[in-house]
Antibody
Framework: QMQLVETGGGLVKPGGSLRLSCVAS????????MNWIRQAPGKGLEWVSN????????NYADAVKGRFTISRDNAKNSLYLQMNNLKVEDTALYYC?????????????????????WGRGTTVTVSS | SYELTQPPSVSVSPGQTARITCSGD??????SYWYQHKAGQAPILLIY???ERASGIPGRFSGSSSGTTVTLTINEVQAEDGADYYC??????????FGGGTKLTVL
């Protein structure tokens, strides 16, 4: 059974740091593009960051660029989000999610099929 | 930055059809994806590539596309379908954007 479990959330003061973890089971995390998505209280889903299978393609939302760093430990089958210089507006439930790409042999092309496995999230609260 | 626009709320009676729209300038060129999200649970992928149903999703759920608007249709709505629904599409490069979400209320 494929599963993602996020941990590491908590209460932190503005300007502080926090490291989120996402452990995968039932599949090899490094075989997939992986994402972090967040949901602020009363708001919708917001994509935060992603990392390619090779780790060479990493992207961030403008709101977190320069402050957050995504990384992976293949041996631990885990994804991380290092969050520095946290702001009140970073308060949210943080999810990790797997991207699923399906290879089409006739076209020699990988089609994106959405985020097919999600965790249940870990809560980050930034408050003084 | 690129935005996807959804209605904040949609209400429908059990057994009726619910339609949730998502608008974005790039949708004629980029595929859309739909998710169901209930409080305290992980989001669930419903539709990918505008119209394809994800594995295990009931046939009551379908997606369609027309110009700059994509639509999630839920036929014969059941009480359990009450949830938040989000569309997703590509932003620039390998980044993603979600719509603001639509709360479906089953009356």
């Amino acid at each position: 059974q494929m599963q993602l479990v996020e941990t590491g959330g908590g209460l932190v003061k503005p300007g502080g740091s926090l490291r989120l973890s996402c452990v995968a089971s039932g599949f090899t995390l490094s075989d997939y593009y992986m994402n972090w998505i967040r949901q602020a209280p009363g708001k919708g889903l917001e994509w935060v960051s992603n990392m390619s299978t090779s780790g060479n393609n990493i992207n961030y939302a403008d709101a977190v660029k320069g402050r957050f760093t995504i990384s992976r430990d293949n041996a631990k089958n885990s994804l991380y989000l290092q969050m520095n210089n946290l702001k009140v507006e970073d308060t949210a439930l943080y999810y990790c999610a797997r991207d699923f790409y399906q290879y089409n042999s006739a076209e020699n092309y990988y089609y994106y099929h959405g985020m097919d496995v999600w965790g249940r999230g870990t809560t980050v609260t930034v408050s003084s | 930055s690129y935005e996807l626009t959804q209605p904040p709320s949609v209400s429908v009676s059990p057994g009726q059809t619910a339609r949730i729209t998502c608008s974005g300038d790039a949708l004629p060129k980029q595929y859309s994806y739909w998710y169901q999200h209930k409080a305290g649970q992980a989001p669930i992928l419903l539709i990918y590539k505008d119209t394809e149903r994800a594995s295990g999703i009931p046939g009551r759920f379908s997606g369609s596309s027309s110009g700059t608007t994509v639509t999630l249709t839920i036929n014969e709505v059941q009480a359990e379908d009450g949830a938040d629904y989000y569309c997703q599409s590509a932003d620039s490069g390998d980044t993603w954007v979600f719509g603001g979400g639509t709360k479906l209320t089953v009356l």
